[in-house]
């Protein structure tokens, strides 16, 4: 493991311009950033097992070398720790059978221990190594008459049926992750995103040279809020998440990108899914919003996501108890996209005056942890802000309550929230729109079933002013459950029948926002900056 570290610097939309030879080709590429992310930006794909944008640079596997050109003749170098300069003359492997054969060499010191048994590894399909020493055409040196030796943890050894000395399968590190040792390439992402990201080192490399593997400390399982994320990072099937091992096959899964609801900084994920079930939420990459992170909370909700939903029920009732109404309290939570507010605000505008709309969380604010949640479990506070409806005025609903004969609620667990809420029950007719059969469910005198946010196409504006677009995963329970905006725009008498129609609506109430569709909505969100507050 490197004892010196460097984040690097990664290229963007100001980066000035450079021009270097590549195989004797002059190109330009960013000049404030390493070799290997500036190759990048010109097609050109470097092997690295170490390295990770987000990550403190290490130089551990030595995959991405590439040969430099200069007053002393030509040299192996790490693309990942070399910084680009102006005129540079870079080899690659297209031109440069020294590179080519220094990186072959350079993966056979992780292949010479590593088996080869691809077929039965839960990150086959998504292994780096895999990917590399297919793209050499190597084998593994791995031979039937010298067996494998072990050099983990000898803590954990033992001999298997063969009578080879075999350790460190299925170790428990934590509550939520199992590591093979035998897998481990040491490239210490696990370390580094432990020490660096989550601020907790609780992983650490013990021993020296060929007989390094990972550990914890002695007594101290890895138990953290980003454990999960080293399974992500983790190169090869060294670390395995335990709710995902073994579940499915990463190639039969589809992806779907969209947003994270729970929370106002709106992380960036894929829902990883398969026969209509999502099997796993993962994060999807955005430099201004989650960087590479996804907190446990956010990616465990899944396994909750089929439990507990609520089936559709007549909406020509609630109808009838809406225009039979004398004072109606309109509550919106905040996992309502921009489209179910612009109909929520059409179910406003039907009612008249006899209508009030409140919206927020009684859950307490908490202070952002700095990697990819803001602390703040409202997580289209902003949209409500940019729509004109209130974000923060449940307590004085609570105070009022005996002055309405209705409440509506939608996707807003209030009474589950806080037991202030009970006050509620003082309203006589409460209508409850929500996907989940939660305790404001249970305290419901009409039910009314909706989609999650996973399954509707929609858009929200986070914490740091960014416009972000969910969209649908075809993952629904129930073929009849619709979008709330559907169902309140129903209610409203002006139907909304798709999510176009939806966001149609948000520019009415929000011309500033009228340039945005979801097409031109970029998968990383569109920075607002000042055009709404």
Same mark, same amino acid.
């Given at each position: 493991?490197?004892?010196?570290?460097?984040?690097?610097?990664?290229?963007?939309?100001?980066?000035?311009?450079?021009?270097?030879?590549?195989?004797?080709?002059?190109?330009?590429?960013?000049?404030?950033?390493?070799?290997?992310?500036?190759?990048?930006?010109?097609?050109?794909?470097?092997?690295?097992?170490?390295?990770?944008?987000?990550?403190?640079?290490?130089?551990?596997?030595?995959?991405?070398?590439?040969?430099?050109?200069?007053?002393?003749?030509?040299?192996?170098?790490?693309?990942?720790?070399?910084?680009?300069?102006? %005129?540079?003359?870079?080899?690659?492997?297209?031109?440069?059978?020294?590179?080519?054969?220094?990186?072959?060499?350079?993966?056979?010191?992780?292949?010479?221990?590593?088996?080869?048994?691809?077929?039965?590894?839960?990150?086959?399909?998504?292994?780096?190594?895999?990917?590399?020493?297919?793209?050499?055409?190597?084998?593994?040196?791995? @031979?039937?008459?010298?067996?494998?030796?072990?050099?983990?943890?000898?803590?954990?050894? =033992?001999?298997?049926?063969?009578?080879?000395?075999?350790?460190?399968?299925?170790?428990?590190?934590?509550?939520?992750?199992?590591?093979?040792?035998?897998?481990?390439?040491?490239?210490?992402?696990?370390?580094?995103?432990?020490?660096?990201?989550?601020?907790?080192?609780?992983?650490?490399?013990?021993?020296?040279?060929?007989?390094?593997?990972?550990?914890?400390?002695?007594?101290?399982?890895?138990?953290?809020?980003?454990?999960?994320?080293?399974?992500?990072?983790?190169?090869?099937?060294?670390?395995?998440?335990?709710?995902?091992?073994?579940?499915?096959?990463?190639?039969?899964?589809?992806?779907?990108?969209?947003?994270?609801?729970?929370?106002?900084?709106?992380?960036?994920?894929?829902?990883?899914?398969?026969?209509?079930?999502?099997?796993?939420?993962?994060? @999807?990459?955005?430099?201004?919003?989650?960087?590479?992170?996804?907190?446990?909370?956010?990616?465990?909700?899944?396994?909750?996501?089929?439990?507990?939903?609520?089936?559709?029920?007549?909406?020509?009732?609630?109808?009838?108890?809406?225009?039979?109404?004398?004072?109606?309290?309109?509550?919106?939570? %905040?996992?309502?996209?921009?489209?179910?507010?612009?109909? =929520?605000?059409?179910?406003?505008?039907?009612?008249?005056?006899?209508?009030?709309? =409140?919206g927020g969380t009684l859950r307490p604010?908490?202070?952002?942890? %700095?990697?990819?949640?803001?602390?703040?479990?409202?997580?289209?506070?902003?949209?409500?802000?940019?729509?004109?409806?209130?974000?923060?005025?449940?307590?004085?609903?609570?105070?009022?309550?005996?002055?309405?004969?209705? *409440?509506?609620?939608?996707?807003?667990?209030?009474?589950?929230?806080?037991?202030?809420?009970?006050?509620?029950?003082?309203?006589?007719? @409460?209508?409850?729109?929500?996907?989940?059969?939660?305790?404001?469910?249970?305290?419901?005198?009409?039910?009314? %079933?909706?989609?999650?946010?996973?399954?509707?196409t929609g858009s929200m504006i986070n914490?740091?002013?960014?416009?972000?677009?969910?969209?649908?995963?075809?993952?629904?329970?129930?073929?009849?459950?619709?979008?709330?905006?559907?169902?309140?725009?129903?209610?409203?008498?002006?139907?909304?029948?798709?999510?176009?129609?939806?966001?149609?609506?948000?520019?009415?109430?929000?011309?500033?926002?009228?340039?945005?569709?979801?097409?031109?909505?970029?998968?990383?969100?569109?920075?607002?900056?000042?055009?709404? *507050?």
């Open positions: 493991m490197s004892n010196y570290y460097n984040m690097p610097k990664l290229p963007t939309a100001d980066s000035p311009q450079v021009a270097i030879f590549v195989d004797g080709k002059e190109v330009i590429v960013p000049g404030d950033t390493n070799l290997l992310e500036a190759l990048k930006t010109i097609g050109i794909k470097t092997p690295h097992m170490c390295y990770h944008p987000h990550l403190p640079v290490a130089g551990n596997c030595r995959q991405c070398l590439v040969e430099l050109e200069d007053l002393r003749g030509r040299t192996l170098v790490i693309a990942c720790f070399t910084p680009v300069t102006p %005129g540079m003359k870079v080899f690659t492997p297209s031109t440069s059978a020294r590179v080519k054969n220094a990186r072959k060499a350079t993966s056979e010191f992780m292949l010479v221990n590593h088996p080869l048994d691809c077929p039965i590894c839960d990150k086959a399909g998504e292994c780096s190594l895999q990917e590399n020493y297919m793209e050499n055409g190597q084998e593994s040196r791995l @031979r039937p008459e010298v067996g494998k030796q072990y050099h983990g943890n000898p803590d954990n050894t =033992f001999v298997d049926s063969k009578g080879q000395v075999r350790g460190g399968k299925r170790v428990a590190l934590g509550p939520r992750i199992t590591l093979d040792e035998e897998r481990c390439v040491h490239c210490d992402r696990c370390v580094r995103f432990m020490r660096h990201v989550a601020g907790d080192e609780q992983l650490q490399l013990a021993a020296r040279g060929d007989h390094t593997y990972i550990m914890t400390f002695p007594g101290q399982p890895l138990d953290h809020e980003y454990d999960l994320c080293v399974t992500d990072i983790c190169p090869v099937g060294a670390l395995t998440a335990n709710h995902f091992r073994f579940q499915q096959r990463v190639w039969l899964l589809s992806r779907t990108p969209s947003i994270s609801m729970d929370d106002s900084l709106g992380a960036n994920i894929w829902i990883d899914h398969n026969n209509g079930k999502v099997w796993r939420l993962m994060p @999807r990459c955005n430099p201004e919003v989650n960087r590479s992170w996804l907190s446990n909370t956010s990616r465990l909700a899944y396994l909750n996501f089929c439990k507990g939903r609520l089936a559709p029920g007549h909406l020509k009732v609630v109808v009838d108890l809406l225009k039979k109404s004398k004072k109606v309290a309109l509550v919106a939570g %905040g996992q309502c996209t921009l489209e179910d507010l612009a109909a =929520f605000k059409m179910l406003k505008e039907s009612l008249g005056d006899k209508a009030q709309m =409140f604010i908490e202070a952002p942890d %700095g990697i990819a949640k803001s602390g703040d479990s409202m997580a289209n506070r902003a949209g409500f802000k940019c729509l004109g409806i209130p974000d923060n005025n449940l307590g004085d609903l609570i105070e009022r309550a005996s002055e309405f004969d209705v *409440l509506l609620t939608v996707h807003n667990d209030i009474f589950g929230d806080s037991e202030s809420a009970e006050a509620l029950k003082k309203i006589p007719s @409460r209508i409850v729109l929500s996907a989940f059969n939660d305790a404001t469910a249970h305290a419901a005198t009409l039910l009314w %079933g909706v989609n999650h946010w996973s399954e509707v914490s740091l002013q960014i416009l972000q677009k969910l969209t649908a995963a075809p993952t629904s329970p129930n073929p009849e459950l619709k979008p709330a905006y559907e169902v309140l725009s129903i209610l409203a008498g002006k139907p909304l029948t798709s999510a176009i129609s939806a966001l149609q609506k948000v520019h009415e109430y929000v011309p500033a926002l009228k340039p945005y569709s979801y097409e031109n909505i970029r998968s990383t969100g569109v920075k607002l900056d000042g055009v709404l *507050l």
